[in-house]
């Protein structure tokens, strides 16, 4: 991601530029999708299907249960821009979306992100089971509603809570192979459920003028420092003991515990040394809020690598 300079913040928006060939247009579709964002849900999603079965996880379910988990992610993202439209021309960081720069008119993008929503419903129901099909599509429909409608621009808990649609993945993988529910898809729910929030608020620390201007109350924008970091701080430890707690429901080797300690014990280091800069006097950019958003991107992913390497080792 890049970091841009406070010189940037007042840059014009983008002129509009609609799509001059179909190449182009298709782009401006996928774009839409949040492709990078669904890259993250993928990592969530894989993993747990190889714990679900113990090992490799059957060919074609997995296939069919990451394609249609995309077509679903991607449904749930382009309906957000939609939502967001407004929004997104006033920020910086989103300013370059599709709709923002009129490459995709909102009448396209919604229906686009419908018939996305429906083709993932009906191919996670005929291809794997029912519970995935209704997860994902309970996925959709809380970002979409809860989150983009009515959570995001009204509450500095939004991303809290709006943050649930983000651990879905991971209980549809687990019902995509196994057709039903357990504790150990629902550690991993809460790993992802604690992880979210500090993730996203080191994130709007760097981006505090953004959200700000487009008036969406994220907890950088209506709180101190002070007190963005020690809640960070509070919900990175819980998503740390989360992350241990798959071990015992889930019958794991000593592999994962050993690797969850190692990877939260640096997630930890990283995020309490954003309150010693803080307490050191830094401030705004000088705090590097972004060094823990990066490293807690590169912390989820190893974490589930090692969910999907333990089943293969016992």
């Known amino acids: 991601m890049t970091v841009l300079t406070n010189r940037q913040t007042t840059a014009p928006a983008p002129a509009a530029e609609p799509p001059r060939t179909i190449g182009m247009l298709v782009k401006a579709y996928i774009a839409l999708t949040k492709p990078r964002i669904i890259e993250l849900l993928l990592i969530t999603t894989l993993p747990v299907m190889f714990l679900a079965a113990g090992g490799l996880p059957p060919l074609w379910t997995s296939i069919s249960v990451m394609v249609f988990g995309t077509l679903s992610a991607g449904s749930a993202n382009a309906l957000n821009c939609y939502v967001d439209r407004d929004i997104d021309q006033k920020m910086r960081r989103t300013r370059r979306r599709p709709l923002a720069r009129h490459q995709v008119s909102p009448t396209g993008a919604l229906v686009f992100g419908i018939v996305l929503g429906v083709l993932s419903l009906v191919g996670l129901w005929l291809t794997t089971n029912w519970l995935a099909a209704m997860l994902s599509t309970g996925a959709i429909l809380f970002y979409v509603i809860v989150y983009s409608m009515i959570l995001k621009r009204r509450t500095a808990q939004n991303i809290v809570w709006g943050g649930i649609a983000g651990c879905m993945p991971v209980l549809i993988g687990w019902a995509g192979i196994t ?120 912390y989820l992913a190893l974490l589930f690598l090692a969910v999907a390497i333990d089943p293969l080792l016992s």
């Open 179 to 298: 057709g039903r529910l357990d504790w150990a898809p629902l550690a991993l729910f809460g790993v992802v459920f604690f992880w979210t929030p500090p993730h996203t608020w080191t994130l709007a620390m760097r981006y505090k003028e953004d959200y700000a201007a487009a008036k969406v109350p994220m907890l950088p924008v209506v709180a101190t420092e002070r007190r963005v970091i020690l809640e960070s701080i509070a919900y990175t430890w819980a998503t740390v003991l989360c992350s241990l707690a798959l071990w015992p429901v889930a019958h794991t080797t000593l592999f994962y515990p050993i690797a969850a300690v190692a990877l939260g014990a640096m997630c930890l280091w990283e995020v309490h040394r954003l309150l010693a800069r803080l307490n050191s006097g830094k401030t705004g950019v000088d705090l590097r809020p972004m060094r823990f958003f990066h490293w807690s991107n590169a």
